[in-house]
């Protein structure tokens, strides 16, 4: 007998789990313990599906996050893998297959709530690719390991690892999840394709995992010979786009970020993951960037706080530093049009399609239909103050 499609609504997990556990080991393996805290709340005959299901979602990806880390080994997942396709089938029995592929979703959306609730940059597809590369016996730690053990030895190797692991080499849970939200791994990867990839992903953070201690004892990750400088005077200033500011500070930020960023101080990575966030903003409301651009450059902004590992002074230094970037190439902007403008980006409002009817002009290089239509600078600039007059006359 197939169940009432009204009841196939999975309930919400962050309503009944209490964020209480701290062991110091991350988001993952405190996601675990409030599960298991929770699931103690109820008997065996209050475990319905609608329940059940999507505690499975969220167990299954916190061991997977777990292992990411090197917490647990993979006969622990293949438990909880086991048990996660054994309720699955077992609802599945009694429904139909649109329900169950509806019902299915549903849970996992509520699990991810709950995660998101744990862990900053946690989307849906980084998830799930860490769920995948488990499945593959592709553990991030182990990776990372083993890809530098060919430069250093045991010792070396402990120092040079010091900042992004925990006790017993633990990797940090932000650095997990940043490695898959950044699209560092693929479903293709082996371990080995991994491991390479990891490295990558610590360089583009900064880390050049370089053993050998600084004078104050603490580990040598990056050339501290700028670190007093400001983030518009380390960037080199060449780009001179007919498209304006906002393009030519994208593209002098690439070639920082891609010949650079390994030497430079945590703060001028942070300054830079905050000034392209600005830019590529800029370039989508110009008309000049897709917005899965703008999405990409936020969640790593959002994210360089805790992958830096950074004090709140810092962060805030970081930011000064990258609009104050951002100002130097679009003067047309000020401060809060700057400001208006990343707020429209994220709630994914670009004006160059209504600019026209707006009043405001629509550039365009040469009459080729390949050659993109955009607003220029000033006029992103004007468009965004009319905003927020609207906003502010009308609330």
Partial sequence: ???????????????????????????????????????????????????????????????????????????????VEDLFFKAMANVGSKLTKKDQIIFQEASFDTAVDLIQAYITGATKDALKMMVFAAKKEICVRDALVSGLSKRFDNEELS??????????????????????????????????????????YFNSLGFTMTAGRGPQGSPRFANTDVENARLKDVV????????????????????????????????????????NRLAVAGAFFQGL?????????????????????????????????????????????????????????????????????????VKQLDSSPDDPAFMSTEDCHKLAMMFWKDLKDNG
């Avoid at 319905?48 to 999507?54: A, F, G, N, Q, Y």
């Avoid at 906002?246 to 300054?271: C, E, P």
């Avoid at 994220?346 to 209504?354: A, E, L, N």
């Fill in 159 to 200: 120092e040079a690892l010091e900042p992004v692991v925990l006790s017993d080499l633990i990797l940090k849970a932000e650095y997990c999840i940043g490695f898959f939200s950044t699209g560092c791994w693929q479903l293709d990867d082996d371990f080995d394709s991994t491991a390479k990839n990891v490295i990558k």
């Fill in 236 to 275: 080199r200033r060449q780009e001179s786009s007919p498209y304006g500011g906002f393009v030519n500070l994208m593209r002098d930020l690439d070639d920082f970020y891609r010949n650079h960023s390994r030497q430079a101080s945590k703060i001028h990575n942070m300054a830079y993951a905050h000034a």
């Fill in 1 to 79: 007998m197939f169940w009432r499609k009204k009841s196939l609504k999975p309930r919400a997990l962050t309503d009944l789990t209490q964020k209480k556990s701290s062991t110091g080991l991350g988001a993952f393996v405190d996601l675990n313990n409030d599960l298991g805290v929770m699931m103690e709340s109820f008997s065996s005959q209050e475990l319905e599906p609608k329940l059940l299901m999507p505690y499975l979602y969220a167990r299954r990806i916190a061991n997977c996050g777990m292992y990411a880390q090197g917490v647990i080994e993979e006969e622990t997942v293949e438990y």
């Fill in 289 to 361: 960037a897709p917005f899965s651009d703008y999405k990409q450059a936020a969640l790593q902004d959002d994210l360089s706080q805790k992958l830096f590992d950074a004090l709140d002074w810092q962060y805030r230094q970081a930011k000064e530093q990258g609009e104050e970037i951002t100002e130097s190439y679009v003067p047309q902007c000020s401060s809060m049009s700057l400001g208006i403008i990343e707020l429209l980006a994220r709630q994914k409002k670009s004006f160059i399609d209504q600019a026209e009817a707006m009043g405001m002009p």
